[in-house]
């Protein structure tokens, strides 16, 4: 089963994406300047400016394409030299980039700009240390919807900056039928014939809390499920119970003392919330001087 990734509706290089990124900082911005910075009218609207930001902490950097926007938005003419890029891992007290234009744009930029890199890259980061963690192994680490509001689709892109896949990117995006849906539905196996018969072409997974309802499942022909909270022994005993049939999918209790275990019981992947709930906002600074 092909597993969705921001990339495939969004390709990096892509049109579509450069709108997306566009229109993502438009709303950002607007929501920081409403009609106006007030602080940035102290300075001269003609002065011209200098910038660098640097990294105070060690990190993968995620969302030069923000950056970028942020700060071509507000000056069209503002210049960006970058000195890494994007998915490098950088050190404590790298300079990531060198800005030079308006500075009252500069200055108005400044937070928006941060805000999409810091939390960007960790996401990015984090998901590194997971992909990392599994290293040797065919598992795959996923994503969640669990993500910042607003920032649905730049944290899904950041996870696969930091070598991760996307689980499903929205409700529009794939069927995947919970514990409430199976209890609407009345059964394992009227929810998934009721997904069947939708004939999407898109991906249908069914989430299973115990081997009774994977068997279940596996009889009313699922082809991906998800085994939600599932212990290490469950684990194990579902991967022999399904024989390959379908795409297993551990969740819950995952985090980076676990995830080495839980990938060797032989599932194919592992979604984890805390890649884009969980994080701690990478240390960066901007110092402006003027011209």
């Known amino acids: 089963m092909t597993i969705p990734l921001f990339t495939q509706q969004f390709?990096?290089?892509?049109?579509?994406?450069?709108?997306?990124?566009?229109?993502?900082?438009?709303?950002?911005?607007?929501?920081?300047?409403?009609?106006?910075?007030?602080?940035?009218?102290?300075?001269?609207?003609?002065?011209?400016?200098?910038?660098?930001?640097?990294?105070?902490?060690?990190?993968?950097?995620?969302?030069?394409?923000?950056?970028?926007?942020?700060?071509?938005?507000?000056?069209?003419?503002?210049?960006?030299?970058?000195?890494?890029?994007?998915?490098?891992?950088?050190?404590?007290?790298?300079?990531?980039?060198?800005?030079?234009?308006?500075?009252?744009?500069?200055?108005?930029?400044?937070?928006?700009?941060?805000?999409?890199?810091?939390?960007?890259?960790?996401?990015?980061?984090?998901?590194?240390?997971?992909?990392?963690?599994?290293?040797?192994?065919?598992?795959?680490?996923?994503?969640?919807?669990?993500?910042?509001?607003?920032?649905?689709?730049?944290?899904?892109?950041a996870v696969t900056v930091g070598g991760g896949y996307n689980q499903r990117l929205a409700l529009y995006d794939g069927i995947l039928i919970k514990e409430n849906h199976i209890m609407t539905a009345g059964s394992i196996h009227a929810a998934l014939d009721a997904a069947f018969k939708l004939n999407k072409t898109t991906s249908i997974q069914i989430e299973v809390e115990n081997i009774n309802q994977l068997k279940e499942a596996l009889a009313a022909g699922a082809k991906s499920i998800l085994l939600d909270n599932f212990n290490l022994d469950q684990l194990r005993e579902a991967v022999s119970e399904n024989q390959g049939r379908a795409i297993l999918e551990a969740s819950g209790n995952v985090n980076l003392l676990t995830i080495r275990a839980i990938a060797e019981t032989g599932v194919n992947r592992i979604s984890i919330g805390s890649l884009t709930k969980h994080i701690h906002a990478i240390d960066l600074s901007m110092r402006v001087k003027m011209n």
């Open 11 to 157: 390709p990096k290089d892509s049109a579509a994406f450069q709108q997306f990124v566009s229109t993502s900082v438009r709303h950002c911005l607007q929501e920081d300047m409403g009609n106006g910075d007030l602080t940035a009218e102290l300075i001269d609207a003609a002065k011209m400016a200098e910038a660098t930001i640097i990294a105070r902490e060690s990190a993968v950097i995620c969302g030069i394409d923000w950056v970028n926007a942020c700060f071509k938005q507000l000056d069209t003419h503002a210049q960006l030299v970058w000195h890494v890029a994007e998915g490098e891992t950088l050190l404590p007290n790298q300079t990531l980039c060198e800005i030079k234009g308006n500075a009252r744009a500069m200055l108005s930029a400044e937070r928006t700009a941060l805000n999409f890199l810091q939390t960007l890259s960790a996401t990015a980061t984090v998901t590194r240390q997971y992909v990392k963690a599994i290293e040797g192994l065919s598992t795959l680490i996923l994503d969640t919807r669990k993500t910042i509001p607003g920032l649905r689709l730049a944290q899904k892109y």
